[in-house]
C-alpha cells in the first residue's frame, strides 16, 4: 500500500506541471485580442483631443517680465487670448534663445505661440 502512495505524491508535480502548461496557450490567445483594442481605443479619442488643445497656435501681447536662460522661458504678462479660452495672466513661455534674445524685461510684445504637451512654446516674438 506504501508504493502507490509514493508513486502519488510523485506524480502530483507533473500534474500541476502539465496543468500551467495548458493554460499558458490561453493566455497567449488572448494577448493578439488585447494588442488589436489598444490602438482602437488609444488612437480615437486622443486624436481627437491632440487636434483641439496639442498643436493649437495664437497670437496675443503683453510685456516681457523675466527672461531665463537656464530654465529656457519668457515670462509674459500677456492679454486675453480668445484662441486658446485664456484669461490675461503672466505666465512662463519656453522660448529658445534665437527667441530670448529678442525681448528684454520690460518689452512691450506682440507673440506667437503653440500649445505643446509639457507648456506653451513662443514661435515668435517682437517688441511692439
Ligand atoms: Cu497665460
Do not use: Y
Not at 38 to 62: I, L, S
Not at 110 to 123: H, N, P, Y
Request: aromatic share 4%; net charge negative; with cysteine.
Amino acid at each position: 500500500m506504501r508504493t502507490p502512495t509514493r508513486l502519488m505524491i510523485a506524480i502530483i508535480p507533473f500534474a500541476l506541471a502539465a496543468c500551467s502548461e495548458q493554460s499558458e496557450p490561453e493566455q497567449s490567445e488572448n494577448m493578439p485580442m488585447a494588442s488589436q483594442d489598444m490602438p482602437m481605443n488609444g488612437a480615437m479619442p486622443m486624436g481627437g483631443q491632440m487636434g483641439e488643445a496639442m498643436g493649437q497656435m495664437a497670437n496675443a501681447q503683453g510685456t516681457v517680465t523675466a527672461i531665463d536662460d537656464e530654465a529656457g522661458t519668457i515670462t509674459i504678462d500677456h492679454g486675453p487670448v480668445e484662441a486658446v479660452d485664456w484669461p490675461a495672466m503672466t505666465m512662463a513661455f519656453e522660448a529658445d534663445e534665437s527667441e530670448r534674445m529678442k525681448v528684454k524685461v520690460g518689452d512691450e510684445v506682440t507673440f506667437g505661440f503653440r500649445m505643446a504637451d509639457s507648456g506653451s512654446e513662443i514661435t515668435s516674438i517682437e517688441k511692439k
